[in-house]
């Protein structure tokens, strides 16, 4: 059976924000990643900050779980690492129409209409289980 994870991530609207959160208190970016795509919370170190350079440890804790895939095949259920600054990254999951992130300044999950302003430095699909 097929996963929707687009629907999973969208479930996850209004649940409210939370820096290293991972339950229904709140959750951050990979909190969103975590419940949508059924990860170990235990895998993702709690104690980082939201800014600074994580990218390979991003990437590496990525790998177990995803494989990449080009920007071109970009679809639904898809999670998306961005770059929002120099030295902050940020993960989002593409719906149909838009995606689907923890949004630090609205302190809320939302889904963003389109596809996002800042650069998707990859793109990365869940292997199958």
């Not at 993960?91 to 998707?120: K, M, N, Q």
């Amino acid at each position: 059976m097929k996963i929707d994870y687009a629907a999973r991530a969208r479930a996850l609207v209004g649940t409210p924000f939370r820096l290293q959160g991972r339950g229904v208190g709140g959750v951050d970016c990979v909190g969103v990643a975590v419940a949508t795509f059924g990860l170990v919370a235990e895998a993702v170190r709690s104690n980082y900050h939201m800014r600074g350079d994580h990218e390979a440890e991003v990437r590496a804790f990525l790998a177990h779980d995803f494989r990449r895939v080009r920007g071109s095949q970009l679809r639904p259920g898809d999670l998306m690492l961005m770059r929002v600054a120099s030295d902050q990254l940020h993960l989002g999951v593409r719906t149909a129409a838009g995606f689907v992130h923890a949004h630090a300044g609205l302190r809320r999950v939302v889904e963003t209409p389109g596809l996002p302003d800042w650069p998707i430095l990859s793109i990365f699909r869940r292997r199958s289980t």
